[in-house]
């Protein structure tokens, strides 16, 4: 094996999700927090314990330099800006600590603060890197095959076209087409799914993939940059920048918020002492605790690192969320939208029935049919195929074979005449023909396939697309949810109402344009409060743009049906619509229990400040930290979220 090229940094790995961190006690943050905080134990021993109070003084005002340094910076700027912002009211506190001789409270309350920025930083660098994780990162290398020799060389110098090797339990570098070889291939990282994928020659793979038990060769398809894997972590990062309803509404409160606070805090150190003649160091040092109390991080935080964590959770569960207020919207949902073919089915005909009529034999029937549908590429001919494979009848020879386009077949088997087609195939012809049955069939809305010999029909198969397992329960769920559902498709009446009828749908529309679905949901807006719409993500984009929220079902390595929708899923499991709902009502639930918390303790702590019972590094500690730890906490739970 040879090792060629440099480590210079492709734009794959430079989206920054791809950069290798310091351990954590190795950053920089760790580092003054543990020496800020040997200086104030050390201050406060001198303080409380020994005589020295100068050099504890001296000590208080260390931290504050190395401890302070940045948010007396960033509140100094947010002065000079005119929008203040908690880093003033930090400092303001401090400052005011100092000046009626409490330093001790002054230290504290910057490095408390100090603390709480970091954890709030580090909860943010998790949440943002934790899709990095999830999602099993490819490896910067791929070993490839040029000259007749297999060289390692960095993913961003592979080439389109170049052969991949890849040997068991490796990880695939970039997306890309197997030419030789099988394998089964862990997937889960791009599609959420949990059993292995089995792939063999033209089957797709996708960078960030292990394979799990054969030699692959893969032809690559896309550079490193254009990967799947890499489009999926770009949306993520680009759907947290995404904020919901409620995100902007806490940040505009924030705005307001902290200069009322200041001028509230102003009045009370002024009031008492002018109006009252109350000492005024005492109403001072409440007005510096009501500054520090009423501090907005927690709860201007409660929110975007909640919506964080229900990206990430969907990210990881193989369903990608282009913002928080799609994540916010979902829930309310009160009429799904489905896509006929590709969506509630599988898109692909399935034989159904096998009628033979005049006392032929069923074996015989479907061997006549395979025989001539063996020498056309008709997607019923593959179907025909695959259910003649299944129930083990192979082929004849056909001779004399003909085709009539858009109509059917004709061929000698063993010496006789055979005819398949459609019924104006047969309706064209002197032969026996079952009217009857062939109205019954096509009113249940399936197609059929007649076959027949030179005096009558001798059987007929019906065939129709079929219905995926999970839409019964997916649909069963969301009327049990009280959301009502409704198919679009571009098929006949027929075929309509026999999936409706199956799936028990409320209202279907049938014979649809592209153009006519997406007058459909304009109407349905019209109607009802909030529409989602499931599709592929390619034909029915016009339709998934307006609907409220739009859903691509199926986009695993379609760059268009990812940029299509608001949400997609990366595999064709519509169960995953019910998954949502509930990943929607958690997160939204989680949100408010936030601010919740956050309005409850910071209200509670400033009644308590008046008589005294919380001091300012209290504030802190309790009010301030210990809260943006509660909320930190409290949001990772959606991460459990499966």
């Known amino acids: 094996m040879h090792e060629q090229g440099d480590k210079k940094c492709c734009s794959a790995c430079a989206t920054g999700v791809f950069e290798e961190k310091k351990s954590f006690w190795k950053q920089k943050d760790v580092k003054i927090i543990l020496a800020a905080g040997l200086i104030l134990s050390i201050g406060l021993y001198l303080e409380f314990l020994t005589e020295q109070r100068l050099v504890a003084q001296v000590l208080f005002f260390v931290v504050v330099i190395i401890a302070g340094r940045d948010i007396i910076k960033k509140g100094f700027f947010s002065l000079v800006k005119k929008r203040l912002n908690i880093n003033f009211l930090i400092t303001l506190a401090a400052i005011g600590a100092f000046l009626i001789g409490h330093g001790e409270e002054g230290a504290a309350v910057i490095f408390l603060f100090f603390i709480a920025e970091f954890l709030e930083s580090y909860a943010a660098e998790r949440a943002r890197r934790s899709v990095a ?11 490839v095959k040029r000259h007749n020799k ?72 896309k550079k490193s940059d254009e990967t799947t894997l890499s489009k999926i972590v770009k949306l993520v990062k680009e759907a947290q920048k995404n904020k919901s309803k409620t995100e902007v509404f806490i940040d505009k409160f924030a705005r307001y918020y902290t200069p009322t606070v200041i001028i509230l805090a102003f009045l009370i150190m002024i009031i008492p002492s002018l109006v009252f003649g109350l ?122 074979f003909k085709s009539f386009a858009g109509k059917g077949l004709k061929g000698r088997i063993g010496g006789r005449l055979f005819y398949i087609g459609n019924k104006n195939f047969f309706e ?8 009857g049955l062939v109205k019954t069939l096509e009113s249940r809305g399936k197609t059929l396939v007649l076959v027949g010999n030179r005096k009558r029909v001798i059987g007929v198969i019906s065939l129709m697309d079929k219905i995926r397992s999970v839409s019964f329960t997916t649909i069963k769920e969301l009327k049990n ?16 109402r026999a999936i409706a009828t199956k799936l028990d749908i409320d209202e279907y529309y049938a014979e649809l344009l592209p153009e006519d679905k997406v007058k459909i949901i304009d109407k349905l807006l019209k109607k009802h409060e909030h529409v989602v719409m499931i599709g592929d993500g390619v034909n029915d984009a016009p339709a998934l743009a307006k609907a409220h929220v739009g859903i691509a079902m199926g986009t695993i390595g379609s760059d268009v049906a990812i940029e299509a929708a608001d949400i997609a899923l990366m595999q064709d499991d519509l169960s995953k619509i019910i998954y949502l709902l509930d990943l929607s009502k958690k997160t939204m639930r989680v949100v408010k229990q936030n601010v919740a918390i956050s309005i409850l ?27 943006s730890l509660t909320v930190i906490l409290n949001a990772l739970r959606i991460g459990r979220k499966k």
Not at 428 to 435: A, H, L, M, Q, S
């Open 133 to 143: 994780s999830l999602l099993e990162l490819a490896p910067e290398t791929a070993v």
């Open 150 to 221: 297999e060289l390692r060389i960095h993913a961003h110098e592979v080439k389109v076209g170049d052969i991949m090797v890849v040997k068991p339990g490796d990880k695939i570098a970039l997306d890309g087409a197997v030419t030789k070889g099988c394998s089964s291939v862990n997937q889960s990282s791009i599609t959420g799914e949990s059993m292995p994928a089995p792939k063999t020659k033209g089957d797709d793979v996708f960078a960030g993939t292990t394979n799990e038990d054969g030699f692959l060769e893969i032809r690559v398809t």
């Open 279 to 400: 000492p005024f160091s005492e109403w001072f040092y409440k007005a510096l605790v009501l500054l520090v109390i009423s501090c907005p991080c927690a709860l201007a935080m409660s929110t975007p690192v909640s919506m964080v964590s229900g990206l990430t959770s969907a990210a990881k569960n193989g369903v990608l969320i282009k913002g928080g207020d799609h994540v916010e919207e979902i829930r309310n949902a009160k009429v799904i939208v489905f896509d006929k073919t590709g969506t509630l089915t599988e898109g692909g005909p399935e034989v159904t029935d096998i009628i033979a009529l005049n006392k032929y034999p069923e074996e015989e029937l479907l061997r006549v049919a395979a025989s001539l549908e063996s020498k056309s590429r008709h997607p019923l001919a593959k179907a025909i195929l695959r259910s003649a494979e299944k129930k083990g009848v192979k082929p004849k020879k056909v001779s004399e």
């Open 428 to 435: 064209g012809k002197d032969i026996e023909f079952p009217e």
């Open 481 to 496: 949810r009280g959301i009502r559902t409704v198919m679009l498709t571009g098929d006949n009446n027929n075929v309509a």
């Open 601 to 627: 303790i910071k209200s509670s702590f400033a009644i308590l400040a008046f008589p005294g019972i919380i001091t300012l590094w209290m504030a802190v500690a309790v009010g301030d930290m210990g809260l």
